[in-house]
Antibody, heavy 118, light 109 residues
């Protein structure tokens, strides 16, 4: 069955870095793009970044552009998001989701919390 | 990259129908037939309920339906049930971004 499992979250100081991983299984990895979506405590869903299915095109929200970078390792069927220069407002639960088409996020990971605090 | 606009809350009694709106612009909701809807219960990941404006994934009840007119999409829940109480988010493709709506809390009275 399709599985997405996030890891790499935790507590980090402002200005610090974290790398989130999204390990996948149960489907042909290279056939799909992936989204990162976050949810701040008590807030709504916010789209963060997308690795398109071609493996090269990437899109970012204005709030993270220049600080976050998505990548993937097809040999490990894993998606990554490198987060640099973290700010308090980046505190959220981060979800990875498989892109079945344009904004058809049919499979999601369980989410991983990231806390940016001194 | 503005969030799509949804009402903060909608409520209804069991058995009733409710409709949630999602208003965007001609650059997102109005420009593409790639509008989706997600249900989220507390502490869980979102679940896809509607994609491409009006299509239901396998396993989603036919009590959920979607539509679009101009820059506004809508999700209708018919025959409201207790388990429908949750947060609902719309989403749309927007050329190179994928904005979500502001979210609507559905309460079953």
């Amino acid at each position: 069955q399709v599985q997405l499992v996030e890891s790499g979250g935790g507590v980090v100081q402002p200005g610090g870095s974290l790398r989130l991983s999204c390990a996948t299984s149960g489907f042909t990895f290279n056939n799909y793009g992936f989204h990162w979506v976050r949810q701040a405590p008590g807030k709504g869903l916010e789209w963060v970044a997308t690795m398109w299915s071609d493996g090269s095109r990437k899109s970012y929200s204005d709030s993270v552009k220049g600080r976050f970078t998505v990548s993937r390792d097809s040999s490990k069927t894993t998606q990554y998001m490198q987060m640099n220069i973290l700010r308090a407002e980046d505190t959220a639960v981060y979800f990875c989701a498989r892109d079945d088409a344009l904004h058809r996020l049919n499979y999601w990971g369980q989410g991983i919390p990231v806390t940016v605090s001194s | 990259q503005s969030a799509l606009t949804q009402p903060a809350s909608v409520s209804g009694s069991p058995g009733q129908s409710i409709t949630i709106s999602c208003t965007g612009t001609s650059s997102d909701v109005g420009g593409y037939n790639y509008v989706s809807w997600y249900q989220q219960h507390p502490g869980t990941a979102p679940r896809l309920m509607i994609y491409d404006v009006s299509n239901r994934p396998s396993g989603v009840s036919d009590r959920f339906s979607g539509s679009k007119s101009g820059n506004t999409a809508s999700l209708t829940i018919s025959g409201l049930q207790a388990e429908d109480e949750a947060d609902y988010y719309c989403g749309s493709f927007a050329s190179s971004s994928f904005p979500f709506g502001t979210g609507t809390k559905v309460t079953v009275l």
